[in-house]
């Protein structure tokens, strides 16, 4: 049996993620915790095949530190983000930590189990807003260099 982890502090979107998951995969066991902080309370720890990180706006600079709060409890399990906001000082560090998968909350649900396969494959899933957004910061960061 597969064990996803949803996290998330918007108890209908939890739902919402878990019915969506559960209709596409089969054997699988999920489980939705309101916050990272919540994960000490959790039983069967190890035994987690796959997190999904709810990122909402009112956590900004936090966010960071949730990830690695949940990488340091599960460091062999692949973390996708889900967040509710591109912002430029978050986007890259998330990246460079290692993160399995980054996507954003108003994707549409089809996305959402795209990324799923393709972590649970070994492969990582960048959303295109995220790898728009990411470009766009090279290239004015190219821009700005040459013209010096």
């Known amino acids: 049996m597969t064990s996803f982890l949803i996290i998330d ?8 993620i878990a019915n969506l998951l559960k209709n596409h995969f089969r ?11 919540d994960i000490l309370q959790r039983e069967n720890n190890n035994k987690t095949d796959l997190i999904i990180l709810g990122i ?8 960071l530190s949730l990830y690695n709060k949940v990488k340091l409890l599960y460091p062999a399990t692949p973390i996708i983000i889900y967040d509710e906001i591109i912002y430029d000082f978050k986007t890259l560090p998330y990246l460079e930590f290692g993160i399995e998968g980054y996507l954003l909350k108003q994707n549409d649900p089809s996305e959402l189990i795209r990324a799923v396969e393709l972590v649970l494959s070994g ?8 790898l728009q957004n990411l470009f766009n910061q090279f290239l ?8 010096k």
């Open 56 to 63: 909402n706006d009112n956590a900004k600079k936090k966010d």
């Open 27 to 37: 054997d699988l066991e999920i489980s939705e915790l309101s916050s990272a902080d």
């Open 9 to 16: 502090n918007y108890p209908t979107l939890r739902t919402g």
């Open 140 to 147: 004015l960061r190219s821009s700005f260099g040459e013209r």
């Open 123 to 130: 492969k990582r899933y960048v959303c295109n807003a995220v």
